[in-house]
Nanobody, 115 residues
Framework: QVQPVESGGGLVQPGGSLRLSCVAS????????MGWYRQAPGKERELVAL???????NYADSVQGRFTISRDNTKYMVYLQMNSLKPEDTAVYYC?????????WGQGTQVTVSS
């Protein structure tokens, strides 16, 4: 069973940058699509970015041009580089991995954008 583990969240000022990382732990036979979702207080969880095993990426309109998703298949990791952060990016960010058989979610990492 795959368990994603996130790191890299924190407090940053508007306009700043953060890089989130997520590593897959457990028994890993295959990692297909990987990505990031977020959930702000009082809102539903929403897609931020996805990356397929072949490197195809998809972004939410709200982060297009500011965020970049990447992955390292040799290390079972996925990253989210977040630039030009805005207060509305404040949320708990969750790592997502699809193993080809099941979805796997991390426990989340808090990102707060505030002056």
């Amino acid at each position: 069973q795959v368990q994603p583990v996130e790191s890299g969240g924190g407090l940053v000022q508007p306009g700043g940058s953060l890089r989130l990382s997520c590593v897959a732990s457990g028994i890993i036979s295959r990692l297909d699509t990987m990505g990031w979702y977020r959930q702000a207080p009082g809102k539903e969880r929403e897609l931020v970015a996805l990356i397929t095993s072949t490197g195809y990426t998809n972004y939410a309109d709200s982060v297009q041009g500011r965020f970049t998703i990447s992955r390292d298949n040799t290390k079972y990791m996925v990253y989210l580089q977040m630039n030009s952060l805005k207060p509305e990016d404040t949320a708990v960010y969750y790592c997502y991995m699809y193993t080809g058989l099941a979805d796997a979610w991390g426990q989340g990492t808090q990102v707060t954008v505030s002056s």
